[in-house]
């Protein structure tokens, strides 16, 4: 955050006067000011993801800053004094600033109605770039135009007079602007003004290059993303009564195989200077039969290339099969659930077990899955009694013949003492060495009402099976869950999911009819994230193109800016393949953000066009001015959001991880993003204007390319007015 805070800063400095910079970029503490204090009163705290909401914020709060400045620096430089060149300069801007920082806002508030678990983790972080954004209206508006015409920015005397390694520093960057626009820019502009089509065909074509890229598995997909961890757990369950030294036995045998992954990842990746895992420790609990190994491992900024995933799997190697484990579990629990859970419903329980089998079969020949499991465990070795023929004639029953072996086997109480104040409890049961074999249980006397006694073995049938440790029931049927982890981290649990749910299991279902499969843990988590998505995306867009209408009295105008936001996502896509991560919903939930970042641009540039025709420019020439007069404000803006982003996309530590594929797309769109405002929505606006005029035509009108903006429609209804 402080490096990005820096970075910001610097830009400015380089692209603006320094004076100007350092007001506009006292506009982050100030609207960071504001915001604590409400997000006090919402107990929000300084976390991860509060912070993220900070930073990501940082880029966008100079924005309207910079807006706001160069309009200022604009006017006075046209000769208006300070003062009024603040009050001109900002009244100009501020109708458009006034609905980027809205719809901006509402753009933002749709994480605070996204359900589930990652609902819950951008809550906050909604919360903290919603109050920030407020209050950066309010120092925009009303502190920083009072900053800027007291400011010795503005005082040309002291601009012409002052000499030095500033002053020519700030020279060589304007030229570096002013060379950009008038030589770069300006004929890419003209060129796209004048081959519209052709410059529609290439974004399109830029747009399906980029589907059938993801499409083709070049750039990853997946929907919760694969969080880089800094330890491990590895859970071993072996059969119920299984004693704690056998237990232990086999929480050692993993340790030493971790040990030695350890040895063998050193001197491979690091040649022995240092080790990927620091610690290791055994655990035995909660019961006798049941352990876990937690590996803590050495923190990601300093593995390089070294993944969790890989020591894992090198774990996992060394370890080999425990055959008698009934469950043997490598990995940590995702916050967002396993990557594969499903549940297996059904009335018969033969049915279930024998489906849940074949499910478990089938999962494990899939090269994409590890460490198949299922909660079906049986329980502790039981002895089970069945009446004999003869028992049932001798008017016998099992809670007869259970009592007296509990009796002889555990005890009875016959008799109390008392011993001063103490009361001595007197038990009767068999000796030891006549209770500690199985074929004691069978030769015991089993005595009957007329005092006649007989063996338990002609009285009942002894078997031997294993009891049930818990019976799990979703929707009021009986439930066995299998439980999988991806084997690597470029499988698309997505694509997976969708296997496994329209191919796997059905085929394995027909054969048992009466049970069916329900897909718990990240999938459940996805559908519930996706279902509120569903529900108030087109909410917020409704509303932000209310806003914008709003502003610009025109659909056409407003539908012109929203066609932007399709092309968007190729900036967003092919960062995420530079990167090296898959598009996940952390991805999605960036491009909301980008959004807003791209409507408060587009929204500034619209204003200036028509302002531009108010003043009575034509058509072609207003959009041309526009360009040239936005392109400063544009692309600082762009490249401050994604210098505030950009150490955030080299940290290696763990809770960047969650964090880095919205900060991608916003960073990477924005990349694209100014290139889209510059040149392709000139384009569109053309094209708007064409479509206004030709219909305008049609009808019998008498139109021209001016007359059909809605700029100059407002300024008739004004003069009329007036």
Not at 51 to 66: P, Q, R, T
Request: aromatic share 10%; net charge negative.
């Amino acid at each position: 955050g402080i490096l990005g805070f820096v970075l910001v800063i610097i830009l400015l400095a380089m692209f603006l006067h320094w004076r100007v910079a350092f007001w506009v970029a006292l506009s982050i503490p100030i609207s960071f000011a504001g915001m604590f204090i409400f997000t006090n009163q919402l107990d929000v705290t300084i976390n991860v993801i509060s912070l993220f909401g900070m930073i990501i914020v940082i880029g966008i709060l100079v924005d309207d800053g910079i807006v706001i400045a160069e309009n200022i620096y604009q006017k006075h430089e046209k000769g208006m004094s300070r003062s009024k060149a603040a009050l001109e300069g900002t009244m100009e801007v501020l109708p458009a600033i006034f609905s980027a920082i809205v719809t901006t806002v509402i753009a933002f508030s749709a994480f605070l109605f996204i359900e589930g678990t990652l609902g819950d983790f951008f809550k906050e972080m909604s919360i903290v770039v919603l109050f920030s954004l407020v209050f950066s209206l309010v120092e925009g508006a009303f502190i920083l135009p009072g900053h800027i015409a007291h400011s010795k920015a503005l005082n040309r005397n002291y601009r012409e007079n002052s000499k030095g390694f500033f002053k020519n520093l700030r020279q060589f960057f304007d030229g570096v602007m002013d060379g950009l626009r008038d030589k770069i820019y300006a004929p890419i502009l003209k060129f796209a003004l004048n081959n519209k089509f052709a410059s529609i065909a290439l974004m399109v074509c830029l747009f399906m290059l980029t589907i059938g890229a993801m499409s083709g598995g070049i750039i990853k997909g997946t929907f919760f993303p694969n969080i880089e961890r800094d330890n491990l757990n590895i859970s071993i369950k072996m059969p119920a009564g299984t004693n704690a030294d056998e237990t232990m036995q086999w929480l050692q045998h993993i340790e030493n195989a971790a040990w030695r992954a350890n040895d063998s990842l050193a001197s491979s990746y690091y040649n022995s200077e240092k080790e990927p895992i620091k610690k290791i420790e055994r655990n035995i609990g909660p019961s006798t039969y049941q352990g876990t190994i937690n590996v803590t491992l050495l923190e990601g900024e300093y593995r390089d290339s070294l993944k969790a995933r890989i020591i894992l799997n090198k774990i996992r190697e060394f370890t080999g099969p425990i055959p008698d484990a009934e469950e043997l579990a490598f990995g940590a629990q995702s916050a967002f659930g396993k990557p594969v859970s499903i549940s297996l419903i059904g009335e018969d329980y033969e049915v279930l077990s024998a489906a849940t089998r074949k499910v478990k079969e089938k999962m494990s020949k899939l090269e994409e899955l590890a460490d198949v499991i299922d909660n079906n465990q049986e329980g502790l070795k039981e002895i089970n009694l069945t009446m004999s023929p003869k028992g049932e004639y001798l008017g016998l029953n099992t809670q007869v013949i259970l009592a007296q072996i509990r009796q002889g086997f555990f005890g009875a109480e016959v008799q109390r003492i008392q011993r001063g104040r103490d009361e001595v409890k007197l038990w009767v049961r068999y000796a030891k060495e006549d209770r500690s074999d199985l074929t004691d249980l069978l030769d015991m006397r089993i005595r009957i009402g007329n005092g006649l006694e007989y063996p338990l073995s002609e009285l009942a049938e002894v078997s031997i099976g294993r009891g049930v440790v818990s019976i799990n029931h979703l929707n009021g049927k009986r439930e066995i869950r299998v439980e999988a982890d991806v084997s690597n981290d470029n499988v698309s649990v997505s694509d997976l999911t969708a296997n496994l749910k329209n191919e796997l299991v059905p085929s394995v279902l027909e054969d048992y009819p009466g049970i069916s499969a329900v897909f718990e843990g990240q999938n459940r988590e996805q559908e519930r994230s996706q279902k509120s998505m569903t529900m108030i995306m087109p909410i917020i867009l409704g509303l932000m193109i209310f806003c914008i209408a709003l502003t610009f009295r025109s659909l056409m105008q407003t539908f012109a800016v929203f066609l932007l936001i399709p092309f968007s996502f190729i900036g967003v896509a092919w960062g995420h393949w530079a990167v090296g991560i898959p598009i996940s919903l952390f991805s999605i939930l960036g491009v909301i953000a980008l959004i807003g970042i791209l409507v408060n641009d587009a929204l500034v540039f619209v204003a200036t066009y028509n302002k531009n025709l108010q003043d009575g420019q034509r058509q072609m020439d207003a959009l041309y001015d526009a360009g040239l007069s936005r392109f400063r404000p544009i692309v600082l803006t762009s490249i401050t959001t994604f210098a505030g982003l950009f150490p955030l996309l080299l940290e290696k530590s763990l809770q960047a991880q969650f964090l880095k594929p919205m900060a991608v797309s916003v960073s990477f769109g924005l990349l694209l993003i100014t290139v889209i405002i510059l040149v392709m929505l000139p384009v569109f606006l053309v094209i708007v204007n064409r479509t206004k005029y030709y219909a305008g035509s049609l009808v019998g009108k008498e139109v021209s390319y001016e007359s059909v903006e809605p700029a100059a429609l407002n300024l008739e209804e004004s003069e009329e007015e007036a």
